[in-house]
């Protein structure tokens, strides 16, 4: 093979490497510690190229590219056991400063990796002189096979698996590169026990989880049995079974029947899903039915056709058929569950997947929704755990089945008499139900629902709110049996067409009753109440469905006091970490970006032109990037599969371009580019909301369609870049390489902010805009551009 190749070859190699590692490590965050740590993901990734950049830049001699490729593989074992070894805890870093240690420790060992990539990277493309375009397309081709193979490692054997392929590709890379024989066979007899030990992983090499994931805790329940485990492309399932697990939320404290065991089913630690021993046919299960707050629509609408959405582990489905539902659909959300529930959990659950009258719908619940199918009841089930209001703890979350568009979707598919059931938490302040209610009210509006309380009503139990609402409005018999299922049941009424005081806080007495005022403003001027509540309650959206995202920028004094003071991740105040990371991503850019420009050994300058334009093209591919992420997500139904299909045809699609650079007009191709990312900010939310009718094959030939081209000119401008601002020289490639990863990183977290306060929609104009700017930049810059 002539050297040429080889190189590139070991380049694609290692890229690979690289981007498995990061999808590996974004799974990894989501199943050690919470959501609130994946997004950093690509912003570690970046800060690590960047500061592989900043090295080759600095660096006289150059490194050899076989200790660098060993370097990352060895840097790759390195983090997970970092990860894996340090007792890193989000709910002390508020009072304990040694986790400020551990969470630099935690966060710098990830980068690693990358900065060896980088370097390595970076040095390809110095080498590559006045055509770096093959380089770069190698670069990108490679990486765009890493999000692929990393999630099906991770569904054919364990999420651990993909770390060590990752390793791996690393040593395979070095083994293309060196000369000696023994060397060559030391790193493939290496990358061989690597592959091995992915296939038989031994358990004391398993990923630990944070002491404070409702699994770690499960476990230490006296008696208590993890029983299953299972990876998937989204999710890694566990079950515990334990006396301890009893989930039952709103059930009436007038309930005295008895309560059937439960076994607990943990998504990425978070749970419990229950899974329960119900015969739905039973006496016993039509009392339990009827004394959950959902019940009473199933009372109003017997042998009612309902879907359930957000179904779990299929408690609300089988409490829907005890309630005398004659048929019940069910998403799928998460595949693991329903494999869980027909195999070993079969006889547990009485079979209930099995069930005749219970269907499964070969799609998630946002899918369901956009079906033709009518039904008398459609329930959204609560599966979600508590979570105790603070301001932004779990602001990073996406809810696309709480949105305005998911609620307007359900009443257009109601029968002409059925009922919508939304319940969820009661918290203090009560954020979430506020939100809820707000965005259900929203979605009242948009159906064309006049007088919106003629066709609702709201009652509580002592922890949850539900509301229930009527595609036509009630009659005074559905009144009376409203009634008198709140009093036989204990609940108390927060919404009634003729509601009195009289009716107000009998039951669950808490001192002045703040929800019927609350609700009755929402009713009446909701705009006013979403101004002046001191929580954010606005109604979410698919440009913004960040539904547990609380916080408002007044309450930062009332945060800061009580910061310590309260058991969350990061003290609750997880929404302003974002702030106090976007600060130091700031300052680790500008030291990365600064070094060579004070440093007497990189040779010549690169132009405040050339920096602006690495910037930009930078600051636009991770917006774009991150804005396409989270709106793909909703038709490909699972983050992890957005995350590898957007991800892998995005950097083929570069590749490309990047290969014909040289051929295509930089100038035009990037006035082009922004003006598309423009377009596509207004037109892509219409072509989502329509996908999600399609089959996945179809979806996913929309989305080669839609991202190629956009991927093809975002692969353009940086090699061109590369060939006119550096003139050959590597010190100036690596501060171009360093420059476009430092603004990579700052554009990860601020991209994460934006999206949360401004939408994806304003992200994605933003990621235009930036395109824009590079354009300019090049158009001022005195480089002639060749036609």
């Known amino acids: 093979m002539p050297p040429s190749r080889r190189a590139a070859l070991a380049l694609g190699l290692l890229s690979a490497g690289a981007l498995c590692f990061e999808v590996a490590l974004l799974r990894l965050y989501a199943v050690q510690q919470f959501y609130h740590f994946a997004f950093l993901v690509i912003s570690l990734a970046v800060l690590g190229t960047a500061a592989g950049g900043t090295a080759l830049a600095l660096r006289t001699r150059p490194a050899l590219p076989a200790g660098l490729a060993v370097g990352f593989a060895a840097a790759v074992l390195l983090a997970y056991a970092t990860l894996n070894v340090l007792p890193f805890d989000s709910y002390a870093v508020a009072w304990d400063r040694r986790q400020v240690v551990i969470l630099a420790l935690y966060f710098g060992s990830a980068s690693l990796p990358f900065f060896f990539h980088g370097w390595f990277t970076g040095a390809a493309l110095a080498a590559a ?66 592959g091995v030990l992915a296939l038989r992983l031994p358990e004391a090499l398993m990923l630990r989880i944070s002491p404070n994931k409702a699994l770690a805790q499960a476990v230490h329940y006296p008696g208590a049995v993890l029983t299953a485990m299972r990876d998937g492309i989204a999710a890694r399932l566990e079950v515990v079974e334990s006396e301890g697990v009893h989930n039952f939320p709103g059930l009436s404290l007038n309930y005295s029947g008895p309560l059937p065991i439960q076994a607990g089913f943990y998504l990425d630690g978070d749970g419990p899903l229950p899974a329960t021993a119900l015969d739905p046919a039973g006496a016993a299960a039509r009392q339990l039915a009827l004394s959950m ?9 017997p042998d009612a056709r309902a879907l359930v959405l957000d179904p779990g ?14 048929q019940v659909e069910v998403p799928i959300d998460e595949p693991l569950l329903l494999e869980m529930l027909r195999g070993p959990y079969a006889p547990f659950t009485f079979y209930l997947a099995q069930e005749p009258r219970l269907h499964w719908l070969p799609t998630t619940s946002r899918g369901a929704l956009a079906r033709r199918a009518t039904y008398d009841v459609i329930e959204f089930a609560l599966t979600d755990p508590f979570r105790p209001v603070a301001s932004g703890a779990f602001s990073l979350s996406e809810e696309y089945d709480l949105t305005v568009e998911a609620m307007a979707a359900a009443l257009q598919r109601l029968s002409d ?82 509601l009195s005081s009289a009716d107000l806080n009998r039951f669950n007495q808490i001192p002045d009753d703040p929800y019927p005022a609350l609700f009755r403003g929402l009713l009446e001027d909701p705009q006013q109440l979403q101004v002046t509540f001191p929580y954010q309650i606005a109604p979410t959206s698919d440009d913004r469905p960040f539904f547990f995202h609380f916080f408002r920028w007044r309450q930062t004094p009332e945060v800061l006091a009580g910061f310590g003071q309260t058991w969350q991740p990061f003290g609750g105040s997880g929404y302003l970490v974002l702030l106090a990371l976007l600060a130091l991503m700031l300052a680790l850019a500008a030291l990365l970006c600064l070094a060579p420009a004070l440093s007497r050994r990189v040779r010549g300058r690169l132009s405040f032109a050339g920096g602006l334009y690495f910037a930009a093209l930078a600051a636009g591919f991770m917006f774009v990037e991150l804005s396409l992420l989270q709106r793909f997500s909703l038709p490909f ?69 839609i991202l190629f081209p956009l991927g093809f000119l975002m692969g353009i401008p940086f ?69």
């Open 129 to 194: 002189g006045s055509a770096p375009g093959r380089t770069y397309a190698a670069n990108l081709v490679g990486a765009a096979a890493g999000p692929p193979i990393a999630l099906l490692a991770t569904a054919a054997l364990r999420l651990e698996s993909a770390v060590a392929l990752s390793s791996a590709a690393g040593l395979l890379s070095a083994a293309l590169l060196v000369q000696r024989r023994p060397t060559r066979a030391l790193a493939l007899g290496l990358a061989l026990a690597l």
């Open 293 to 301: 707050p959902g019940g009473l629509a199933y009372l109003l609408r």
């Open 313 to 326: 582990a299929g408690l609300n489905a089988a409490l829907a058929l005890a309630a005398g539902a004659d």
């Open 417 to 498: 008499d059925g009922l919508l059931v939304l319940t969820r938490w009661l918290t203090t302040p009560p954020a979430e139900s506020l939100r809820a209610w707000s965005t259900l009210l929203a979605a009242m509006g948009r159906s064309g629902v006049t007088d919106a309380r003629l066709q609702l009503v709201a009652y509580r139990s002592l922890r949850t709110s539900t509301v229930l609402v009527s595609a036509q409005p009630w009659t005074a018999a559905e009144l009376a049996s409203i009634r008198r299922f709140l009093d036989r049941n204990g609940f108390d009424a927060i919404a009634l067409p003729d």
């Open 637 to 705: 139904e699972r983050p992890p599969l957005a995350f590898a299909v957007v991800l892998s045809l995005i950097l083929l699609a570069s590749g490309i371009g990047s290969r014909m650079s040289d051929r295509v007009r930089t100038d035009r191709s990037l006035l082009f580019l922004g003006g598309m990312v423009l377009g596509g900010a207004f037109v892509l939310p219409a072509v989502v909301s329509v996908a999600l009718s399609w089959s996945l094959a179809a979806r996913l030939v929309a989305s080669i369609i």
């Open 719 to 787: 090699p061109t870049g590369v060939r006119w601002f550096t003139a050959g020289e590597p010190g100036r490639v690596g501060w171009a390489w360093s420059i476009n990863g430092a603004a990579s990183a700052v554009a990860g977290v601020l991209g994460a902010m934006l999206a949360i306060d401004l939408g994806l929609r304003a992200l994605m104009i933003l990621g235009g805009l930036a395109y824009l700017a590079a354009w300019l930049a090049l158009r001022r810059s005195r480089i002639a551009v060749p036609s």
